[in-house]
Nanobody, 122 residues
Framework: QVQLVQSGGGLVQAGGSLRLSCAAS????????AGWLRQAPGKEREFVAA???????SYADSVKGRFTVSRDNAKNTVYLQMNSLKPEDTAVYYC????????????????WGQGTQVTVSS
């Protein structure tokens, strides 16, 4: 079992930056692919970024070049740095842990953080 606790998020103007953190307890997060997904009102949860234990990462096209996922294995923590934020980035962001870098759908992820609201004003 892995417990994921998120922090960060909030309200920011378009063009601004935010950083989300996701701290894991229980099993070591190094055993999993860590990911970030988001869900806007009325929409399905969508993939944002993923990172494997050695730092290899992948991104959704909509955030590529603006968001950076990273992990500190010593702290058992994953981060999502979000720059050049746009109003369309407004959503509840979730960190997740799973088995595969190819995971994109919500059902492919095994463990979830509690979610944190990110609101980008225009």
């Amino acid at each position: 079992q892995v417990q994921l606790v998120q922090s960060g998020g909030g309200l920011v103007q378009a063009g601004g930056s935010l950083r989300l953190s996701c701290a894991a307890s229980g099993r070591n997060l190094i055993n999993y692919v860590a990911g970030w997904l988001r869900q806007a009102p009325g929409k399905e949860r969508e993939f944002v970024a993923a990172i494997r234990w050695n730092g290899g990462s992948s991104y959704a096209d909509s955030v590529k070049g603006r968001f950076t996922v990273s992990r500190d294995n010593a702290k058992n923590t994953v981060y999502l740095q979000m720059n050049s934020l746009k109003p369309e980035d407004t959503a509840v962001y979730y960190c997740a842990a799973g088995s595969y870098m190819s995971s994109r759908s919500a059902y492919e992820w095994h463990y979830w953080g509690q979610g944190t609201q990110v609101t980008v004003s225009s």
